[in-house]
């Protein structure tokens, strides 16, 4: 992987006090159940919670279960979820956006902020957070020995996601979303309780279908082929589906408060950088 780019991101942080300050007063807040540095309130017993940490004062008064959470300081993890299926070994697709997250993971270390960077196709392979640039460029080495094979499932990657992560953190997700609108929309959904940045990753053939005539096309993800003659009238509907299938996703992060972009192959990766920057994800330092 050419890192080159890194030299350019230097003049970028990670949006990390306002934005994760933002997180950590949401929904989901930085909390931990239990002994903790400062109580900041109730919240009513859920099974499984640990049944020592019922306040019995309460339940005295109430006669409901309620647990008392206690805020406890947390450094940021950025969790970068990169989809390695098949369908992004096309025209170069998985070597890009495999640049994107290691500008992720290379802001989080400017940081000196965890990072952890997790692959899914059919299967979720969850990473361990790490630190330093050490990590980093063993990161970067990794990401370069990845094949992009097998199918995608959105819904069990963000399901097994959420299971996993028990604190509010910045979650990239990275992918085309060729898989289904449906799939792709409840995954943003079972993952708003974050700070979310949403990526779609094309190949410029894919943006415009820049074929004609009769052309033989091969699923990456089953290998199926299909021969079809791809007509002005097929390319207007493949666009103004592909459109349908966009505007959709958007308006999901638009409705979750998530920021979502999508990025050509052929634009320079500190380019998207920058238009990252102008959604508030990065700021100029």
């Not at 949006?15 to 109730?42: C, D, M, N, Q, W």
């Not at 969850?126 to 050490?134: A, N, T, Y």
């Not at 638009?254 to 972009?261: E, I, K």
Request: glycine residues 8%; hydrophobic residues 35%.
């Amino acid at each position: 992987m050419d890192t080159e780019f890194f030299k350019e991101l230097e003049r970028f942080s990670l949006f990390v006090k306002k934005r994760v300050s933002t997180a950590y007063s949401g929904g989901r807040k930085s909390l931990r159940l239990g002994h903790g540095i400062s109580p900041v309130g109730y919240r009513e017993y859920r099974k499984g919670d640990d049944f020592k940490l019922v306040d019995w004062k309460v339940y005295g008064r109430t006669e409901k279960l309620y647990i008392r959470e206690h805020e406890e300081e947390r450094s940021l993890v950025v969790h970068i979820l990169l989809d390695g299926s098949g369908s992004m070994g096309y025209e170069g697709k998985f070597a890009y956006a495999s640049r994107l997250a290691a500008g992720f993971a290379y802001l989080a270390t400017l940081e000196n902020e965890k990072y952890a960077l997790s692959l899914f196709c059919r299967k979720f392979y969850p990473g361990e957070p790490k630190r330093g640039r050490r990590n980093l460029f063993q990161s970067i080495e990794e990401l370069d020995n990845i094949i992009p094979r097998g199918g995608t499932n959105l819904k069990l990657m963000a399901d097994q996601f959420e299971s996993q992560t028990k604190t509010t953190s910045l979650v990239v997700l990275i992918s085309d979303f060729l898989e289904g609108t449906e799939d792709a929309v409840s995954s943003i959904y079972r993952l708003s309780g974050h700070e979310l940045v949403v990526i779609s990753v094309q190949a410029p053939e894919e943006a415009t279908l820049a074929f004609g005539g009769d052309v033989k096309f091969v699923d990456m993800e089953t290998r199926q082929p299909l021969i079809t003659r791809v007509t002005e009238g097929e390319r207007k509907e493949y666009l103004r589906k592909m459109s349908e299938h966009n505007d959709r996703i958007r308006a999901a992060c638009s409705r979750v408060g998530a920021d979502y972009f999508i990025f050509r192959t052929d634009k320079p990766v500190f380019e998207a950088f920058s238009d990252m920057l102008s959604k508030a994800i990065v700021y100029k330092a």
